[in-house]
């Protein structure tokens, strides 16, 4: 389990930008409600990519798409689910050149399993994975 105090104390001595840590530290004495700021999410999920030794990340909900371009540096395989058809279309535009992003549009309790089934296919070359290979996106 990551820290919290530790992954803001991370986010302070990073290069983050002067608003983004003006927003952790509003939040922060808000009493860390609900939804988090982004920034506490990247550096979330970067944690978790390092603790667990991770190249693969999971979400649903794309929505603009900015969870997933800041994950980009983190994982070699990145894969998001969108029920909307417009966010989703909107989302194959913005990383039809990144070939390590796999969008799938539709109800993510079908979106998963049509995931994971692309992914051990993809996955046919090597010696297999294990659960701590996927960061999956549920909570935040």
Not at 77 to 99: D, G, N, P, W
Request: charged letters at 25%.
């Amino acid at each position: 389990m990551i820290d919290i105090l530790s992954c803001i104390k991370n986010i302070l001595v990073d290069k983050t930008s002067i608003g983004k840590k003006i927003a952790l530290n509003h939040w922060v004495k808000r009493g860390c409600p609900i939804p988090p700021p982004h920034v506490y999410k990247i550096q979330t999920i970067r944690e978790y990519s390092k603790q667990y030794h991770s190249n693969y990340f999971v979400e649903t909900g794309t929505f603009w798409g900015t969870t997933l371009k800041a994950s980009l540096k983190y994982f070699r395989y990145l894969a998001s689910v969108e029920l909307s058809k417009e966010l989703y279309h909107k989302a194959q535009i913005k990383f039809k050149h990144y070939k390590k992003v796999h969008l799938y549009n539709g109800d993510s309790a079908v979106a998963l399993t049509d995931m994971l089934g692309d992914f051990v296919l993809s996955k046919n070359d090597s010696i297999g994975f294990s659960a701590k290979d996927f960061i999956i996106r549920i909570v935040m």
